[in-house]
């Protein structure tokens, strides 16, 4: 009889492995599904943190918009399974950067964080100040030795007085137009009428002259009593002297046609809107006695009063319901983050900046224009060394003194006393301000980026 190799014991051997292995394969298959569970939960808490982080750009552009800009960030805000904090960096006057992070359960003990930032700008309103000055059917009056130094543009007449002198080009427009008195235009001149005593280093282009010194040519229909270096074309000419050729019968030039003033009654409209969206002060805001402020965008009820060396900061625009008199060493400095944007206040009545105030500017080509609404013959006065400014009443009169320099000018009617300049800058030619026509805080495109 045969004996047998196998026991009970052995048997038992052979199960238990096949338990151990089962076991083993048992516990990895266990462990790779925690760990998928655990990677899915991370990936979804993830996805959510990174919803959150959008969710807080969202709310700071929101923000931005219904606070025209003067949002800075929040922290900590609850938001379904997590919560985001916002930051809001000033690059510029018309650029900021958004910063968001949203943690997933919380700041405190967060299983997920995401991290992300995006830069925004808000839409401008732009101008173009193509001359030093720029005068409505009021007319231009230069009184001894006022100074422009670049071109004018006069839908009304040019009065010039002893040592009147203009750089660049001038303009007369209409069939009133005339250019007359003493003054000194180093370009050329257009104008249908130009006398007495009147020196033009250019040409001059009109109807009728008399008493005109022209370094080059001239065409007008007659001419009397004038010495031209160049060539002449007329019709009539009894007394003048000509060094280059002559040509004869000549009817004259078409006279230059009236502009608009560059900005608009709807974009000064816009600028009060943009700058009462930032609140209202009721009655009159005043530094003085080298106090400091801060302030923009606002609307000021009463008056907008600077003097004795106090200082304001802008950091939007204006909008003064009463008259703004800013005096005695008063400073009104845009804000660094303007970088080469110009802002603007707004005044319904009158503006009177005497005695040194000075006017900062933020960057090369950034600017203060201060707008009058007023229709009175003193609607904008500005006197005594106020520099980097722009000065705009289209209903009323600018009247520039005493050695007060400005930027450019623009009015219905300009008198220039007696040493006052207006030194025009080319990076008037293309200015931009903040706000404006459906002005709006929107993302820069391509500039999303995650940063955790």
Known sequence: MAKKNSSPGQVLIIVLLFFLIVLVVAGALLGFVFQNVRGTRLGLSGE?????AEAGVDRAIWQLNETAGAYAGETGTVLGAGVFDVAVATLSGSLKEITATGY????????????????????TSSASFNY????????????NNARINGSVYSNGVIDGGSGARITGTAY???????????????GSAYAHQMDTNITVGGSAYGYSMDEVTIGGNAKMYSISDCTIGGNASFTINPSCTIGGSQTSPYAGEPDPSPLPLPITDQQITDWKDTAAAGGTITGNYVL????????GPKKITGDLILSNNAKLTLTGPLWVVGNIDI????IVALHANYGDTSEVLVSDDTID???VAVFQKAGPDSYIMMVTTSTSGSAFTAANNADALIAYAPYGTVQVANNAILREVTGWRVTLSNNAVVTYESGLADITFTGGPGASWAVVRGTLRRTD
Not at 110 to 121: F, G, I, L, N
Not at 172 to 186: L, P
Not at 327 to 330: E, I, L, R
Request: no cysteine; glycine share 14%; proline share 3%.
């Open 48 to 52: 959510q943190a990174m919803q959150l």
């Open 104 to 123: 997933i359960p919380s700041k405190a003990a967060p299983q997920s964080t995401r991290q992300v930032k995006v830069r925004v700008s808000i839409s």
């Open 132 to 143: 030093g000055v720029q005068v409505g059917e009021g007319g231009l009056v230069m009184n």
């Open 172 to 186: 007369s427009a209409g069939a009133g137009g005339r250019i007359f008195d003493r003054v000194q235009i180093d």
């Open 288 to 295: 003085d006695n080298g106090a400091q402020g801060t302030l």
């Open 327 to 330: 005096s005695n060493g008063a």
């Open 353 to 355: 900046i005497s005695n």
